[in-house]
């Protein structure tokens, strides 16, 4: 199983860019992907969540400015990022909750991250 981000790049404050994750390999069910950031010298953040039944949670700082959405076979999650601030400059890691066949418990997985860079 794998996950394969792309999307990141630079964009001036105010402006927009969308992040797409896809996961590839067998598995029974995805319970939830998500999104999470790490700027340098800080912690690995959640940005935006999204579960197997649709419902979503937000970090406080993105609310109204980022959408989480995902396609309808549910491997591929999307963040829409409008009005981008300098403070949202960081690394973007895809994350993956997911049940493998033939095991009771869940799997997690992430990807290789993408860089977002916001200039003011």
């Known amino acids: 199983v794998q996950l394969q981000a792309s999307g990141g790049g630079l964009v001036q404050a105010g402006g927009s860019l969308r992040l797409s994750c896809v996961l590839s390999g067998s598995v029974r069910s995805i319970n939830a992907m998500g999104w999470y950031r790490q700027a340098p010298g800080k912690e690995r953040e959640l940005v935006a969540i999204?579960?197997?039944?649709?419902?979503?949670n937000y970090a406080e700082s993105v609310k109204g400015r980022f959408t989480i959405s995902r396609d309808n076979a549910g491997n591929t999650v999307y963040l829409q990022m409008n009005s981008l601030k300098p403070e949202d400059t960081a690394y973007y890691y895809c994350?993956?909750?997911?049940?493998?066949?033939?095991?009771?418990?869940?799997?997690?997985?992430w990807g290789q991250g993408t860089q977002v860079t916001v200039s003011s």
């Open positions: 994350n993956a909750d997911f049940m493998r066949y033939g095991r009771s418990s869940p799997s997690t997985r």
């Open positions: 999204i579960t197997v039944g649709g419902s979503t």
